[in-house]
C-alpha cells in the first residue's frame, strides 16, 4: 500500500515534535542542592532534623544545600536513605503540572467528514491542533478482509469501542475477533490490524489514538 492511500483510510496526526525540542533544549542544569532542599522541605524538615536522619552534619547538609560542596556517593546513599526516597529521585525534580486551558466540543454529527473506501471517519476535535490524542468515530463500509489491499499500520497505541452494530477486528499477529456493542479493545497500532462490518447494517466505532 503507498503512503498516499494509506493517509486516505486512516487520519494522519501531527505529533508536537518541534516544541518537544524547544523543550528539551531549555531543560536547566541540574541543582542537587536546591533539589535536596526541596526535599527536605517537602518532608517538613529542619537542617537540624535531616541530620538525625541521615547522619549527615548539620553544616555538611547546609553547605551541599548551598552549593559549596558536593556530595560522596556514600553521603548520597545516607540522603537517600534518611529521606526516605531513591538515589535518583535527588537528581529528577517532580514534574511541574501546568493547565493549559485547551478544550474543544464537538456537537452530535458535527465533526469533520473524512470518508475513505472502507470507512466513513468524523473526525472530532478539530480545532485542536498538535494533540496527543486523536479522537474519531467511523462508520465501517468494509465488508470482507479482502476489501483491504493491505493491513493498516502506523505509528502510536489505538483504543477502539464498538457503538452500534459488530465487527471482525483482524491483527497481523492474532487470531481474528468478533467484537458487539459495547467491546473494545487497546492495542499497537504498529502491528498490521482492519475492521470489517458483519451486523446487518454497517457498524460504527470510536477510536482514540495516541502518539
Known sequence: MSDEHQVDIYPSMTVEREREAEKA?????????????EIRVAHGLTLEEASKRTGLARSTLSKIENEQISPTFQAMQKLAGGLEI???QLFAPPKQIRATGRRDITRIDEGKPHPTTTYEHELLATQLTNKKMMPF???????????????????????????????????????????????????????????????????HILWVTAS
Do not use: C
Not at 533544549?25 to 532542599?37: A, S, T, V, Y
Open 25 to 37: 533544549e531549555k531543560i536547566e542544569p541540574l541543582q542537587l542542592g536546591k533539589r535536596l532542599k
Open 86 to 88: 531513591d538515589i535518583p
Open 137 to 203: 468515530k467511523s462508520r465501517v463500509r468494509a465488508r470482507r478482509f479482502e476489501d483491504y489491499s493491505d493491513w493498516i499500520r502506523h505509528d502510536g497505541e489505538e483504543f477502539l469501542l464498538v457503538l452500534f452494530g459488530e465487527i471482525i477486528f483482524y491483527s497481523e499477529f492474532y487470531e481474528p475477533v468478533n467484537l458487539k456493542e459495547g467491546d473494545s479493545v487497546y492495542y499497537d497500532a504498529t502491528m498490521g490490524h482492519m475492521l470489517v462490518s458483519v451486523s446487518n447494517e454497517d457498524a
